[in-house]
């Protein structure tokens, strides 16, 4: 069974700081994604990645993947406020793109 | 526009009486799912469907059905919903073999008394 881990579940930062989002997963899996979610809204994608060594990145966001280690990254540099929301990483199997298992979420809240 | 759209986005209920969730996209996506979102459990898949007429369970089936008549639709059916089924539901969707990510619909928030 697969099973998909974040940590931390609560991030409180400040402006301006870096921090970085862990997921872990348990079982070799060809693809991994990282969804955002504001606060009653649904899921927006931001990165799918795809081979190990993957990198991509997005204004302050940056995701990366460790296929080895079964590991993905998401580092936030010097966070502004809009980045508040709860963060999702999300992992297929390898073979089977149409199943797909979500870690418990980060929620992040980036301060004055 | 691309999406996926849910409907209703509200619904109260009482325990048994029979509802359906809609869930339509208009992608031409082979891959469409059903998640159930509850607070500090993320997201579990209760259905998939990978083509017409080709659905299996997912994580949290127990509850639910599903239909996969037409490419773009995939309804979720609660037959006797019960208390335990109040949570906020997703529907996704996906091409096969897309190098993209699932698209999700608005949601649907469902509280059954």
């Known amino acids: 069974e697969l099973k998909v881990e974040q940590n931390p579940l609560f991030l409180s930062m400040q402006e301006g700081k870096n921090y970085t989002i862990y997921c872990n997963y348990s079982?070799?899996?060809?693809?991994l994604y990282w969804y955002r979610q504001d606060p009653g809204k649904s899921l927006e994608s931001l990165f799918v990645?795809?081979?190990?060594?993957a990198v991509k990145q997005e204004g302050r966001l940056m995701a990366s993947l460790d296929t080895k280690a079964r590991l993905s990254t998401l580092h936030i540099t010097a966070a502004v406020h809009d980045l508040s929301a709860t963060y999702f990483c999300?992992?297929?199997?390898?073979?089977?793109?149409?199943?797909?298992?979500f870690g418990t979420g980060t929620r992040l809240q980036v301060t004055l | 526009e691309a999406q996926v759209t849910q409907n209703p986005r509200y619904l109260i209920t009482v325990t048994g009486k029979k509802l359906t969730v809609t869930c339509s996209q208009n992608?031409?996506?082979?891959?469409m799912s059903w998640y159930r979102q509850d607070p500090g459990l993320g997201l579990r898949q209760i259905y998939y469907?990978?083509?017409?007429?080709?659905?299996d369970k997912g994580d949290v089936p127990e509850g639910y059905k599903v239909s996969r008549k037409e490419k773009r639709n995939f309804p979720l059916i609660l037959e006797s919903p019960s208390p335990n089924q109040t949570s906020l539901y997703f529907c996704?969707?996906?091409?096969?073999?897309?190098?993209?990510?699932?698209?999700f619909g608005s949601g649907t928030r469902l509280t059954v008394v």
């Open positions: 992608m031409n996506h082979e891959y």
């Open positions: 990645l795809l081979s190990n060594g």
């Open positions: 469907s990978m083509n017409v007429e080709v659905t």
């Open positions: 996704a969707s996906s091409l096969r073999d897309s190098l993209g990510a699932y698209t």
């Open positions: 079982t070799t899996s060809d693809r």
């Open positions: 999300a992992v297929t199997l390898t073979g089977t793109a149409s199943k797909l298992t």
